[in-house]
């Protein structure tokens, strides 16, 4: 796809704009930071609204605004189910850990799972987990900033990565937590408008009804578009262990996903904690939504245009679209939206990644540390890991979106099913977390490097057992439905037949769950785990079944 | 019964219910759609240009399946996944408000 071929000043003005508030941004809320608390997690002083439209930039990465749409185009309704598993698993991180970690009072989820388990061990793991599907996760968002720049100006890729990497890198160095979350904050106010007025614009030029709301406002294009596509709506191309892979992934990957997890240990107490996450599933689902309606209209505009859009030139299909049927200055609302996108969940990240390094690795290897030598390292860490990730990312992988499934799986299995298990079960014990974390990753992160990196097919990969059922559109999402139950039925069947964690590593799900007093009984069930076997092994026998009855 | 006990069983079971719902409307809502496709589907000749991806026949939507336009698989499945997931989150959240506050006291 070529680039626009004069430089887009308008998009580029409100591009610097967004960058230049950001980083000022930072640079005010520099003041708030006195202590390491207040370095990581904006000294636990952050309101529901405030954190859950955090929240919501987190969520809304790059990856929405043009991968999904990108992917709509691919895969149509597997796509959209895709992002629909997404927006409700926040409301299964609400319901199974947002207000108990926030009791808990770590600062990452590598310390929670040290400390819930009283394990050092568990903690190196978990900061090797969390780099890898933070690096994943990275890659593919500074891949998006690469390809917005790319449109804009027409300059290669790398130096969108460069530019976008680093001034990311300055604000949150710079800024702390509080940079973070009032970035982000920012960003998501900036991505609602740049995303909607767009969207609506091209939705009413292509004729919509209800072009004013475009989330739910194509209904009346429907029968033309099933008319020239007659699939799109159609949920039969995939295996249906399919969209229960994309559950397990959606539901545990973002509860293990750090950056995310890190939101609720900024906020004054669980009630915000529980009422941020409300704010930001009912800001996510807009958006998403509105992202659909946009993969609608790509579609619809390329079928009853004649417009032909190449495979490679999917990723900008947002900005064609906007471009064709909106005009410059809404597309340049749409660039300055995408920058906004990109930049938040790169902090984020950053951010966690940061606070694993020097906190959780390095707080542990050398506890006598004090905090204020710890703050001053976290400067120089945030500004390593950062220029790092930027080194790593000049070769991210083509298609973004792929990026970020493959951190859910990884987040899932590896962090999301202890994190789980260590709020739920109190006989959870760092054996059985061990097996599972590192099963559980093993399985992710290997079939990651056979199929996402090394680019085998999903079907001929030498193991699991499974490999076989892998086939069909996204058939690699299956190993995600392998992992995750692995991952759960070790944890729970090796906790099971060794010695339960001492009391004071038990006391902490009642104290987790807002109990003052300690009762050996709750939360000790033999329900819970029982029904966590029967449901991972009917997941694993039912990836097996069908096998006729769907497309290879 | 304890007040305590009592507290605790309603926030498992309020949680464990919340939390089916929301898995189905987050994942198993769309394997019951593929699983139960001649409730939602009807079989046609798939046209020429996709048969080597999808084979002789294929699905499309029933057309009385509809909801403002939208098939009903597709309206339930964006609608279930914002609008539901949020409304479960609120009461879920009311419900455990509650329950702070008795622990509190």
């Known amino acids: 796809m070529e680039p626009r071929e004069e430089i887009f000043v308008l998009g580029l003005i409100l591009s610097i704009i967004v960058l230049v508030i950001s980083v000022m941004i930072s640079v005010w809320a520099r003041r708030f930071t006195r202590s390491l608390g207040d370095y990581y997690v904006a000294g636990r002083s952050i309101g529901a609204l405030n954190n859950g439209l955090a929240m919501v930039s987190l969520a809304l990465s790059l990856t929405t605004f043009i991968g999904l749409t990108a992917l709509i185009i691919e895969g149509l309704y597997i796509a959209v189910s895709v992002y629909a598993g997404f927006t409700a698993a926040f409301i299964g991180m609400l319901l199974l850990a947002a ?83 009032y970035n982000q904050t920012f960003q998501t106010i900036v991505l609602l408008f740049c995303l909607m007025f767009p969207v609506a614009i091209v939705m009413r030029t292509l004729g919509a009804s209800g072009w004013a709301f475009p989330p739910l406002g194509y209904g009346d294009m429907v ?34 996903l750090p950056h995310f997890v890190m939101r609720y240990f900024t906020v004054r107490d669980a009630k915000e904690a529980r009422w941020s996450t409300v704010v930001c599933v009912f800001l996510v689902g807009l958006v998403n939504t509105t992202v659909y309606a946009t993969g609608f209209a790509a579609v619809y505009y390329m079928q009853t245009s004649g417009v032909d859009i190449p495979t490679a030139a999917y990723d900008y299909v947002v900005f064609i679209l906007v471009e064709a049927l909106a005009g410059d200055s809404w597309l340049a609302l749409a660039v300055a939206g995408s920058v906004a996108a990109g930049l938040s969940t790169v902090s984020g990240l950053l951010m966690i990644m940061g606070a694993g390094l020097i906190h959780d690795l390095y707080g542990s290897i050398k506890p006598d540390v004090d905090d204020e030598t710890k703050l001053r390292l976290s400067y120089g860490a945030m500004f390593l890991v950062g220029v790092g990730v930027i080194i790593f990312s000049l070769d991210p992988p083509e298609f973004i979106l792929e990026a970020i499934m493959w951190a859910f799986g990884i987040a899932a299995a590896g962090l999301g099913v202890p994190v789980v298990l260590g709020i739920w079960w109190k006989r959870t014990n760092k054996y059985g977390v061990g097996a599972g974390m590192v099963v559980g990753t093993t399985l992710s992160f290997v079939s990651w490097i056979m199929i996402g990196y090394m680019g085998m097919d999903p079907v001929d990969i030498p193991f699991p057992f499974f490999a076989k059922y892998f086939y069909g559109p996204l058939g690699w999402i299956k190993v995600i439905s392998v992992a995750v139950p692995v991952s759960f039925i070790l944890t729970v069947v090796v906790s ?57 | 019964m304890k007040d305590s006990q009592r507290g605790y069983k309603i926030e498992v079971w309020v949680t464990a219910i919340c939390f089916l719902i929301v898995a189905v409307t987050g994942g198993f809502f769309s394997s019951i759609v593929v699983i139960l496709n001649e409730v939602f589907f009807n079989v046609v000749q798939t046209p020429e240009q996709l048969v080597s991806a ?35 989150g609120a009461i879920w959240c009311i419900v455990m408000d509650r329950l702070e506050e008795q622990q509190k006291t």
Not at chain 1, 500 to 520: F, I, K, N, S
């Open chain 1, 99 to 181: 207000p108990y970690l926030r009791r808990h009072k770590s600062f990452t989820t590598m310390a929670f799972i040290s400390e819930r388990y009283g394990s050092e061990t568990l903690r190196y793991i978990s900061v090797i987990v969390m780099m890898i599907v933070s690096v994943l996760y990275l890659a593919g968002n500074l891949k998006g900033i690469g390809i917005v720049f790319y449109f804009l100006l027409g300059v290669p890729e790398i130096w969108g990565i460069i530019v976008g990497g680093l001034v990311v890198t300055l604000y949150v160095t710079l800024g702390g937590m509080y940079g973070v979350t």
């Open chain 1, 223 to 256: 029968p033309l578009m099933t008319d020239t596509v007659p699939h799109y709506f159609w949920a039969m191309v995939a295996h249906p262990v399919t969209y229960i892979a994309i559950f397990l992934g959606s539901f545990f990957g973002i509860i293990g």
């Open chain 1, 496 to 552: 099971w037949l060794t010695p339960p964690p001492e009391e004071a590593l038990q006391r902490q799900v009642d104290e987790m769950h807002g109990w003052t007093d300690y009762d050996p009984k709750r939360y000790n069930g033999k329900g819970l785990p029982i029904t966590i076997i029967v449901l991972s092994v009917f997941i694993l026998w039912f990836i097996t079944t069908l096998y006729d009855e769907f497309p290879k």
């Open chain 2, 54 to 88: 999808y084979g002789e026949t294929m699905f499309v939507f029933k057309e009385h399946l509809s909801v403002w336009g939208f098939p009903l698989h597709y309206f339930l499945l964006i609608v279930l996944s914002w609008f539901g997931a949020t409304i479960i």
